[in-house]
């Protein structure tokens, strides 16, 4: 069984930045079990959206509204994977998931389906004020 653990949210000012964790146990990143993770994300009112994944190989792909001053990054020996976000402004407020498990191996075309993916972390509240 995959599991998925966020850490680092918290509140900040416009401009400011976090960095996001999603430690992953139940099987090794690097193998064959899981190719593709993601974030996303999650406001009162709103339905879940994606903000990033990334392959198996490392190549990533970003919602439009954080290119730029997000990226997305894991460390296959400590089975974690990053969002490191920057230039924070207040639309980023929600609550942020890891995500693994698409129904393919690849990230390709799912990020905008948060749905079928398989294991969800707890996730982890990020505040922006202006």
């Keep these: 069984q995959v599991q998925l653990v ?34 996303f994300r999650q406001a009162p009112g709103k339905e879940r959206e994606g903000v990033a ?20 990054s894991k460390d296959n020996t400590k089975n974690t994977l990053y969002l490191q976000m920057n230039s924070l402004v207040p ?3 929600a609550k942020y998931y890891c ?4 129904p393919t191996p690849s990230c390709t075309g799912w990020l905008q389906y948060p749905r079928p993916w398989n ?10 004020s202006s």
């Design 99 to 102: 995500a693994a498990d698409p």
């Design 91 to 93: 639309e980023d407020t």
């Design 53 to 72: 994944a990334i392959e198996i190989d490392g190549t990533t792909n970003l919602t439009d509204s954080v290119k730029g001053r997000f990226t997305i």
């Design 119 to 128: 294991y969800w972390g707890q996730g982890t509240q990020v505040t922006v």
């Design 6 to 39: 966020e850490s680092g949210g918290g509140s900040v000012q416009a401009g400011g930045s976090l960095r996001l964790s999603c430690a992953a146990s139940g099987y090794t990143y690097s193998g064959d079990r899981v190719y593709c993770m993601g974030w």
